[in-house]
């Protein structure tokens, strides 16, 4: 899958002229989400050429706060809307974010391509995370330490993986942050005896971890992911501030229509239809 990531700066602008211009739709948010999200307003406007779509990444936090600031028009987010967020927009507007699911994802745990563990339990990968858990060969690997890897706490997948994965808990201290999801894949790439963790459709140069269930090794497959077996499947977001309408909701109306699922089908999401 060909992208084009800015990693440094966590961002991807497709087109370069002001968002104050009229014309021009905001799409700001989730890292999960921006490849998506680029290849969608890339067909968009092939067949709208009067529309401009200016889609940057940076989190699903830092994508929310512009929403709620009124700098973004919508905010991609690979985890729903917190209720104090919702609060703050409330408070601005009067009314609550407009929630739209647009993709499915699988959370997925990335090794290096030469570890030779296929699966992990949900409470080992919790351990390793929380630091109890150091060693490779605590879990079946080789006698090495483990080296992990964990994303900024602005990612929606690091709350998810936080709320779902942890149960809450605060990350180990020794895990080493990094600003994107491509970062955690390069990072792993390299790092023989890294574990990382971001969306399924940057799953390339690594191996994903099934995650064990019983005698059962869960993949994060298509089907699987789409039927909810995957324990960590989860919906992906557009939040508006208000019902889409416009340019905006053309564009929706293009990422929900089977042109636009099939589009992120190809690029490695699965649809939420």
């Keep these: 899958m060909k992208t084009f990531i800015a990693s440094l700066a966590s961002l991807l602008l497709l087109v370069l002229p002001g968002s104050?211009?009229?014309?021009?739709?905001?799409?700001?948010g989730s890292d999960t989400l921006v490849i998506l999200g680029q290849r969608w307003a890339e067909e968009f406007m092939k067949k709208n050429p009067n529309t401009k779509l200016q889609v940057?990444?940076?989190?699903?936090?830092?994508?929310?706060?512009?929403?709620?600031?009124?700098?973004?028009?919508?905010?991609?987010?690979?985890?729903?809307i917190k209720d104090t967020e919702n609060q703050q927009l409330s408070a601005r507007t009067k009314a609550k974010a407009t929630e739209i699911a647009v993709a499915k994802d699988g959370v997925t745990f990335y090794v290096n391509e030469?570890?030779?563990?296929?699966?992990?339990?949900?409470?080992?990968?919790r351990d390793i995370y929380l630091g109890d858990i150091t060693?490779?060969?605590?879990v079946g690997g080789p006698d090495a330490p483990i080296v992990v890897y964990s994303r900024e706490n602005s990612s929606g997948t690091y709350v998810f993986v936080k709320d779902h994965?942890?149960?809450?808990?605060?990350y180990t201290p020794s895990a080493q942050t990094l600003p994107g999801t491509a970062a955690v894949v390069n990072a792993v790439a390299k790092e023989k005896h890294g574990i990382g963790y971001?969306?399924?459709?940057?799953?390339?140069?690594?191996k994903e971890l099934k995650v064990l269930q019983g005698k059962e090794a869960?993949?994060?497959?298509?089907?699987n992911i789409k039927s909810g077996k995957y324990p960590l499947s989860r919906e992906l977001y557009f939040y508006l501030r208000a019902r889409p309408e416009g340019e905006a909701k053309a564009f929706l109306d293009y990422i929900l229509s089977p042109e636009g699922q099939?589009?992120?089908?190809?690029?490695?999401?699965?649809p939420v239809k």
């Design 135 to 138: 060693n490779w060969k605590d």
């Design 198 to 206: 971001g969306g399924a459709a940057y799953a390339k140069g690594i």
């Design 20 to 28: 104050s211009r009229a014309g021009t739709v905001t799409v700001k």
């Design 218 to 223: 869960i993949a994060p497959s298509e089907a």
């Design 262 to 270: 099939a589009l992120a089908t190809k690029v490695g999401y699965f």
């Design 165 to 170: 994965v942890l149960k809450g808990e605060d």
């Design 114 to 125: 030469s570890n030779k563990l296929d699966a992990l339990t949900a409470e080992q990968l």
């Design 56 to 80: 940057t990444g940076g989190g699903s936090g830092v994508g929310l706060s512009a929403l709620i600031n009124g700098t973004t028009d919508i905010a991609m987010s690979s985890r729903p």
